[in-house]
């Protein structure tokens, strides 16, 4: 194969290289946020659902003080009642015992749904905290190993870009330029291969005649109808 064509191929090799890792410059970032963001999220999930219990206790024991309250001013009310002396008197303390019974009942009642959340909270807390523990534990590896990628990623940028412009400096300057022109315009592929008898970047049916060309490899061709650089590999001979 014509000496150029084999170095454009090359330099084709270390251009394709150079954009996967100029992607990753976008990527690997997004990857180890996302990443981080998981361990976030449940982090925060557990810090809201810990208040949620904490909250819950709080008013727990704040109605069991106050349904304790409320008991003794009814032991006192009824010890009142043995020394009642007018009905009118007995109708306001029997009133007033009726409204502290049925506030007690109304506490006990929120007590007992306090509990019930309590013990949801408690469930769902031990179950966001095994799940971050798994998290934490399959995303750290990952973290290690993106994070290791991202500080190495300029170094093997740069090396790449040296190794190109060695590699450059040995291929027709005119050549360079059709290969990054059409690099530039197509956005990938500038060298391909012929396949099926046609242009494999544009699929156009190619002379047999100017196959035998390619094939023969005594200078470069571009394809009639975009432009890249036609190479002959010996696999695709049909
Ligand atoms: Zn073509």
């Known amino acids: 194969m014509q000496k150029d ?14 954009g996967e890792l100029e992607r990753s410059r976008i990527y690997l970032p997004e990857m180890i946020q996302s990443l981080e963001k998981e361990i976030d999220e ?36 009824q010890k009142q009642m043995k020394v009642i002396k007018t009905n009118k008197e007995y109708d306001a303390l ?11 009942a109304d506490k006990e009642e929120k007590t007992l749904a306090l509990m019930a959340a309590a013990d949801e909270a408690r469930e769902k807390s031990a179950e966001l905290k095994s799940m971050l523990t798994e998290v934490k534990t399959r995303n ?7 994070r290791n990628q991202e500080s190495t990623l300029q170094a093997k940028i740069e090396d790449k870009i040296i190794e190109r412009n060695n590699l450059i400096k040995d291929i027709n300057r005119q050549i360079v330029g059709v290969y990054e022109r059409i690099r530039k315009g197509k956005g990938g592929m500038a060298v391909v ?14 002379p047999p005649q100017r196959i035998q060309e390619i094939r023969r490899g005594d200078r470069i061709f571009a394809c009639d109808s975009c ?12």
């Not at 291969?193 to 190619?206: D, N, W």
């Open 5 to 18: 064509l084999t170095l454009l191929l090359g330099l084709q090799e270390i251009d394709d290289q150079l």
């Open 140 to 146: 750290t590896t990952q973290l290690e190993t993106l």
């Open 42 to 77: 449940l982090n925060q999930a557990i810090a809201i659902n810990d208040k949620i219990l904490e909250e819950s206790q709080r008013e727990q024991r704040m109605f069991e003080l106050e349904i304790e309250t409320d008991k003794q001013e009814l032991d006192k009310f």
């Open 193 to 206: 291969p012929v396949r099926k008898r046609a242009c494999s970047g544009c699929f156009k049916q190619i």
């Open 94 to 104: 029997t009133a007033e015992i009726d409204a502290k019974k049925q506030g007690v």
């Open 227 to 238: 432009g890249r650089i036609l190479t002959w590999t010996d696999e695709e001979n049909v």
